[in-house]
Structures are given as C-alpha cells and as structure tokens.
C-alpha cells in the first residue's frame, strides 16, 4: 500500500517569503507527526496531530511555524517569513494510534533558504 | 527529557553479526525503548521496540538489561543494507507518542 507522501521533495525560497509544506499521511492513520533535520543532526520533533486537534505544538520553534490538518488526513506546515536557519529537512510521520510504537516516516521535504 | 547515549559510530563486516548499545539510566517505568534506523536520504525508519522483555522480530532483537537502564539492538547477519544511522529513543511518559531522536550510531558495513 501507499506509504506517507510529502510534497514538494524539494523547495529553493528566498529569505522572508512564505512557504507550505504538505504530508498525506499513510490512510486511516489517526496520528501525525511533524520533525526537521538540520544537516547532520537528529530529528527535532515540532509538533504532533490525534485527528485533527494538536495537543502538543511544544516544538513548534517560532510563531512563524503554524500547522493545520483537515479531514483527519492531509496536514500542511506553514513556515511564514522564512529565515536561513530554516533551512532543514522537514519530516512526517504517522501511524495508526497516538501511543503506537511504530512511525512509518515520509521521504521529506528538503527546505533551503537564500 | 529521557535522554539515551549511544556510540557515534561503528563498524562491522558483511555477514557478521551487530550488537549497537544503547544507555538510558534515566529511564522510567513507563518508557518503552524505541529503535529507528535511517538509511542515507531517506526518513526514518521503524526497527523494533520493547518495554521489559527481550523482543525479536524479522529485522532485528532487542536485548533489555534488567534494571532497564541499557539495551542492545542485534542485527543478526549484517549487510550493506543495513549501513545506516541507528536510534535509541525513549518513548516519553504514559502516552509513548513524543519520541525525542538523538544523533545515533553511524553503523558503517564492510564488504
């Protein structure tokens, strides 16, 4: 079966400009989870979805960042006014309960700023 | 956080078997212990997890100390294709939901 989707694979931006960042995550999955990757780090968590409530936007890194998700599926990460710092790999993941142990991750969204 | 402390980076031969280590002396009676592997661009990567008891699936085994405060992930046969960047994560509190991804072992396969 199809796996977590993220679109684009790849976006260039120009700093202060706005971008969105979407995920279709695996069918049926209840839960959603956005992290970044800065080069050669671990995943830094940013936020997580039950349906399509947030109950924990603790890593969410600035105002900037804002993320929504619709219909219990396809959730968007908004980064408005876009700054150097982040540029990252920008990564969903879901899986079929909040508390399960297994996260199926997206390819990614490579992110760079000029 | 629940922190774990894994080795930067470790080598080993085609065929041989793996043991990564993993130390999580802060753990809580409620964590679980999570294990993710990333191969090179690509996102992570569910391996195996487990709570007291010795785990083994088709992947790999988990091997769980006794007081909880270590584990080791086994990889049975490497090959080239399990070169990747391996996790140790603490899945936080009652909920398990917030897994907090450290830097991992680089785990580099000889041919």
């Known amino acids: 079966g199809a796996g977590v989707s993220q679109s684009p694979s790849n976006k260039v931006t120009e700093k202060g400009k706005d971008v969105e960042l979407r995920c279709d995550p695996i069918?049926?999955?209840?839960?959603l989870y956005w992290y970044r990757q800065s080069l050669g780090q671990g995943l830094e968590f940013l936020i997580y979805?039950?349906?399509?409530?947030?109950?924990?936007k603790s890593g969410l890194p600035s105002d900037r960042f804002s993320a929504e998700r619709t219909g219990g599926s396809v959730s968007t990460l908004t980064i408005q006014r876009t700054q150097q710092e982040d540029s990252a790999v920008y990564l969903c993941a879901s899986s079929p309960i909040s508390s399960g142990p297994g996260r199926f991750f997206g390819p990614g969204t490579r992110l760079t700023v000029l | 956080d629940a922190k774990t402390t894994q080795p930067n980076s470790m080598e080993s031969n085609e065929e041989e078997p793996v043991h990564l280590p993993c130390n999580h002396s802060t753990i809580s009676g409620t964590d679980y212990i999570h294990w993710y592997r990333q191969l090179p661009s690509q996102g992570p990567e569910y391996v195996i997890h487990?709570?007291?008891s010795n785990v083994n699936n088709r992947m790999a085994s988990l091997a769980i100390a006794e007081d909880r405060k270590s584990s080791t992930l086994i990889l049975h046969r490497a090959t080239l294709r399990d070169a990747a960047v391996y996790y140790c994560i603490l899945g936080e509190g009652g909920s398990n939901y917030k897994l907090t991804f450290g830097k991992g072992t680089l785990l580099t396969v000889n041919p």
């Open positions: 069918s049926g999955h209840t839960a």
């Open positions: 979805f039950q349906g399509n409530s947030a109950p924990d």
């Open positions: 487990g709570l007291t």
